[in-house]
């Protein structure tokens, strides 16, 4: 929950990089700047920020906003090859949002990278399932034989 919060704070500019540090001195302040070695200043969310935690500690490798031509910045990147996008309601709500969001995924299909797209409630009240489908699409399951 700290990296959580010291992440949103930093990204949305409410405080800065020297401002963080300055609090990591006394007691438990290695923890505290175990904490802030995870920050990724690309992320764009909250969601994002949570989801990339829960794929990089089921040791999988995840770049945030990774750029591609012509589509722009997705969420994140996982293992190369794999696209998630987070669809939280304040950045999918209109028409135009969800006609773009489609020419993206059809774009990003056309390369080859498939794309999973989970919401709010799938992050925060079932994040094993979430891991399941991006292991079953990296083809890295651990399924055990019924």
């Known amino acids: 929950m700290a990296l959580l919060i010291a992440e949103s704070a ?22 505290v700047r175990a904490v802030f070695r995870q920050i990724d200043s690309r992320s764009q969310s909250l969601l994002e920020s949570l989801s990339r935690r829960i794929f990089i500690e089921a040791g999988l490798n995840v770049t945030s906003q990774a750029s591609f031509t012509g589509v722009g910045y997705v969420d994140l990147l996982i293992e190369g090859r794999l696209i998630v996008e987070l669809d ?27 794309v999973l797209r989970f919401t709010y409630e799938d992050v925060m009240y079932f994040p094993g399932l979430m891991l399941e489908q991006v292991r079953s699409v990296l083809g890295t399951t651990n399924r055990v034989a019924t």
């Open 10 to 31: 930093l990204v949305k500019e409410l405080v800065s990089w020297d401002e963080l540090q300055a609090v990591a001195v006394g007691p438990g302040s290695r923890r």
């Open 88 to 114: 939280g309601a304040a950045f999918h709500s209109d028409r135009s949002s969800y006609r773009r969001d489609r020419s993206r995924w059809n774009n990003l299909t056309i390369r080859g990278y498939p």
